[in-house]
């Protein structure tokens, strides 16, 4: 059995694996290693952009993949029938969690207002607003929801979140129309899929009351960029964002220069202690895989 992993560092990650479980490192940039039709279990490099896929069609005898990242939106529509695909939910859930509070914090408190003008060596008090005491509507109730959830509940936020399906707490994604206009931070993490493709458009903005705050720790294709711009250029919402559509933001785009707008370059995950995050689920699924057992956190409906 065959196994390519993306990561020199990666094979100490692993574990034991039985002794017929052969493992080689593609990191995608460089030449195969071996035959690609032999691969039975394929591990691919982080924030895979399409051109990463293409091996796919070398791959003739693969049988599954095993993502190091949440998100799968890029391999849903190419991997071939019969190969199962499995994504790395719950690694990240801390680091991104923990992005998307500071985010909140950040833009309600005026961080980014602050160091600006730290830049110009000012010493200027600044009345902001907090966290403390408002209403957070989180799209989205994953592992990654649900800790923000907790996360900004333990500030003193009052916290309600929206899924694909209504359960004990959680309200439809039908309703969030209606749910909007309550509400002083909107966050949204919650996967990028055919349905959820432009949910926030001009008329989801329009519908955010005056003075709020959207948070996008998703996937940047969940909003529309011109309509953002439109609202936030207005001033009357502000916005804290870590992915864009597109991107990377172009230099010239004009959401870098929006006073109410905290951007950071797609670095939710990129802290130290990634790799080893990642990679804590792939030894455990190879033995999975290599026994004839059930795969952990195969996709479906897109995610």
Not at 73 to 80: D, G, K, L, Q, T
Not at 145 to 155: H, I, M, R, S, Y
Not at 245 to 270: F, M, Q, R, V
Request: proline share 7%; with cysteine.
């Amino acid at each position: 059995m065959k196994v390519w992993i993306a990561h020199e560092e990666g094979r100490a990650l692993l574990g034991e694996l039985p002794a017929d479980v052969e493992v080689e490192v593609y990191d995608g940039r460089s030449g195969y290693p071996s035959d690609p039709a032999g691969v039975d279990l394929w591990v691919p490099p982080f924030l895979a952009q399409s051109k990463v896929t293409t091996p796919l069609a070398d791959m003739t005898s693969l049988k599954a993949i095993q993502l190091l990242s949440a998100g799968a939106e890029v391999w849903v529509p190419v991997v071939p029938p019969g190969v199962a695909l499995c994504d790395a939910r719950g690694v990240h859930t801390g680091v991104t969690a923990e992005w998307t509070v500071g985010a909140v914090i950040a833009s309600m408190r005026g961080f980014d207002l602050f160091a600006r003008q730290q830049t110009r060596h000012e010493w200027r008090v600044e009345w902001t607003t907090t966290a403390v005491g408002k209403r957070a509507l989180v799209v989205g109730a994953g592992d990654i929801g649900g800790k923000v959830a907790e996360v900004l509940t333990a500030l003193g936020v009052e916290v309600e979140q929206v899924a694909r399906r209504e359960r004990p707490g959680v309200h439809p994604i039908t309703a969030v129309e209606t749910l909007l206009p309550d509400f002083d931070i909107v966050i949204l993490i919650l996967p990028l899929t055919d349905a959820t493709r432009g949910l926030v458009d001009a008329k989801f903005l329009s519908r955010m009351k005056d003075g709020a705050l959207l948070v996008n720790a998703a996937r940047g294709p969940i909003v529309d960029t011109d309509a953002l711009v439109a609202e936030v250029a207005s001033g009357r919402l502000r916005c804290a964002v870590d992915v864009v559509d597109p991107e990377p933001l172009p230099a010239g785009h004009p959401l870098w220069d929006l006073e109410g707008a905290l951007i950071t370059p797609h670095a939710g995950a990129s802290v130290d202690g990634t790799l080893d995050r990642a990679y804590a689920p792939v030894g455990p699924q190879i033995r999975r895989f290599a026994a004839g057992e059930p795969l952990e956190n195969v996709v479906a409906d897109g995610y």
